[in-house]
């Protein structure tokens, strides 16, 4: 039996958004909905009348139209209200105090800021001045090559308000990733700034802007904002085509009312990327309405987020959680930025930023978690917490003894919500609920209005057991397609070649008994030796809880006409991977799995590759195991950890 770790008191669930929301959903449709999974099946079952209700009690402006979903069993093509008219930036902009907190912003220990909604709203209204002032207009695209930082969130919505598409990838890309991303979609202008903290250093990004200025040459303006105090020095900008600083930009544009461009509910907002670990990213079109009506339901319903929360997720510009935290503007939430290091100067950083500023909702990644975890740190003893009622964790799946010590060490009386989605919907299949237990190890729920399955091989659903994440009817944030993909046949190939007219994920989960769900890893790096499908993540999970072992990547490598498990190990700092050790994670793996997960190699490594958004890439050393080209080393953080996997002797025997 799952051990039961938080479990929510009547009066915590009174005072949530969903249990308001159960009771319009019953009053206005006649319903008896009691909890979560009552509303969730009626979600699905009655997804119009529960997307049209969602918008109402959201509060969102814009006009859904008559018809609900058009081609409903077409997929790809089925359309969300083909009949609506929305802005995304009007509802993130919606009338409130302009003396209200809008962003707070911390540049490691280097930069601090508060923006009013009221500051916020001029400085939309002076860029959106600047980007007419060029012409950029509906279906233009925008980019932004930046830090997590306010005038990121100005520029977009500038563009978006505009009609026009913004896309954005972070300060610490390479010119080569920059360009397989930004010159697939031809901008007329980038943001940019000079360069950006990490780590404590400074690092001057001016010379790659110059380069990337120079080889696209679709862009008739780059707009340079200062950030780490070089761009107001003279002749800073030298030799960067087309180069401004953001004053110039928009020095001739007083503040004054923003424009939003009436748009169809399909209206392409985001040019998303696909991690292009394998190839040059995947170009993943999302519209204005979907993106809108469905972050703001996770924001609302599974975050339980009111007007006035102070709101965090650690995320960087190249990474769908950056679209996701800003979606909170339209709940009328306080946006707590952070760009750089969440270990520096110390682990602690993110809990200080939470006390000092009363974050009420703290979102990261699970491989922090467990990077806290073995460092040692124990916040409820260093920190009081008291403000912050969820936390959430993705980017991979939390393992359970990270759940533990959540609990056991952050904080007791809060959700931890693990959460999973993907670039690919610019949102989650599965989330939080502030009005259910958490389980030790389980996602808690699926989403709202999201029909959720796991199937087997043949195409059934399958129960306590793994299977392929699908969802099998049409969902609003569904994207729109990839950039100039002829007929969609690349986006039908991702996500519908495999069952007819049903998005397929790629990952590998099981839905348990509560109605929760376990993700495995992604079923294009499942294992199958002996033919058994084995999920990555089993492994991590046992595998991890070793002290010694600090992080690990697995692989299946080809042979003796068969898959044999491959395990790569970055140990603590002098630790030596002995016998003693690799049968101690042979035995733990064993002990908790079969003996089929047990790798045939344990290898020790000093790095491991991962994207810039920090999951590590089983794919592309898969490929360098078995001496095949890495497509797009562009898209790593440290491409160089490659070469620790090429022509390992281990793997010869």
């Not at 930025?337 to 990644?365: C, K, Q």
């Not at 690990?552 to 044999?564: F, K, P, S």
């Not at 590759?609 to 790593?636: C, D, F, M, Q, Y």
């Amino acid at each position: 039996m799952t051990a039961l770790l938080w479990q929510p008191s009547q009066a915590q669930i009174s005072r949530t958004n969903l249990h308001a929301f159960i009771q319009a959903a019953n009053h206005r449709h006649g319903l008896q909905l009691a909890d979560f999974d009552d509303l969730w099946s009626w979600s699905v079952s009655d997804s119009a009348a529960f997307w049209r209700l969602l918008w109402e009690f959201c509060g969102l402006t814009g006009d859904l139209g008559a018809r609900d979903l058009h081609d409903a069993d077409r997929l790809p093509g089925a359309r969300w209200f083909p009949d609506g008219r929305v802005n995304y930036a009007r509802n993130l902009l919606a009338p409130r105090p302009d003396d209200s907190e809008a962003l707070v912003f911390r540049g490691e220990d280097k930069v601090r800021r508060r923006v009013s909604f009221g500051e916020l709203s001029a400085e939309v209204s002076r860029v959106q001045q600047g980007l007419q002032a060029l012409g950029i207009g509906a279906g233009d695209r925008v980019c932004g090559y930046m830090p997590n930082m306010p005038e990121t969130i100005i520029y977009m919505l500038a563009t978006t308000a505009l009609g026009a598409i913004w896309s954005s990838a972070s300060p610490d890309f390479g010119v080569q990733g920059v360009l397989d991303r930004f010159g697939q979609i031809e901008p007329r202008l980038m943001v940019t700034v000079d360069g950006y903290y990490y780590n404590g250093k400074t690092h001057d990004i001016r010379d790659k802007v110059r380069e990337i200025a120079a080889r696209m040459p679709t862009l008739e303006q780059v707009v340079v904002v200062p950030y780490v105090g070089v761009a107001d020095q003279p002749d800073a900008l030298n030799g960067i085509a087309h180069g401004v600083s953001h004053a110039v930009f928009t020095a001739a544009h007083p503040a004054g009312d923003i424009h939003y461009a009436d748009l169809p509910f399909d209206h392409p907002l985001f040019i998303m990327f696909s991690s292009g670990t394998t190839g040059v990213p995947k170009c993943i079109v999302h519209g204005h309405g979907g993106t809108l009506i469905q972050q703001v339901k996770e924001h609302v319903l599974h975050s339980d987020c009111q007007p006035g929360d102070r709101v965090f997720f650690f995320t960087t510009c190249g990474w769908m959680m950056w679209n996701w935290l800003v979606a909170g503007l339209a709940a009328g939430e306080t946006l707590m930025l952070y760009d750089g290091s969440p270990f520096y100067p110390s682990g602690s950083v993110l809990f200080d930023y939470a006390d000092e500023e009363r974050i009420t909702f703290l979102g990261t990644s699970a491989k922090w978690i467990d990077a806290i975890k073995k460092a040692g740190l124990e916040p409820k003893k260093t920190h009081l917490l008291t403000s912050v009622r969820a936390m959430a964790s993705t980017g991979s799946p939390l393992v359970p003894e990270s759940f533990d010590y959540v609990y056991q060490a952050i904080k007791a009386d809060m959700q931890l919500a693990s959460i999973s989605g993907g670039t690919d919907i610019i949102s989650c299949f599965m989330l939080g609920s502030p009005i259910s237990p958490v389980y030790r190890g389980e996602i808690q729920k699926r989403g709202l209005g999201m029909a959720v399955d796991a199937f087997d091989d043949q195409g059934q659903p399958v129960r306590g057991d793994k299977g392929e994440l699908v969802c099998t009817k049409a969902f609003p944030s569904m994207p729109i397609g990839f950039w100039k993909d002829d007929g969609d046949k690349k986006f039908f190939e991702a996500y519908f070649a495999r069952f007819p007219n049903i998005w397929t994920h790629g990952d590998l989960v099981e839905i348990t008994e509560h109605q929760g769900v376990v993700v495995y890893g992604r079923s294009d790096a499942t294992l199958n030796p002996g033919g058994v499908r084995i999920g990555t993540a089993e492994i991590y999970r046992q595998v991890e809880k070793l002290e010694q072992v600090v992080e690990a990547l697995v692989v299946g490598q080809d042979w003796d006409a068969d898959t044999r498990v491959v395990l790569f190990v970055r140990l603590q700092d002098g630790v030596t991977l002995d016998a003693a050790l690799c049968d101690a994670i042979k035995k733990t793996i064993r002990d908790n799995t079969t003996p089929r997960h047990v790798p045939a190699k344990i290898i020790a490594v000093s790095d491991i590759p991962r994207t810039k958004s920090g999951k590590i890439v089983e794919l592309a050393v898969r490929e360098v195991v078995h001496n095949r080209p890495v497509k797009n080393i562009e898209a790593l953080a440290n491409p160089e950890a490659l070469e620790l996997f090429r022509g390992r002797p281990e793997l010869m025997t």
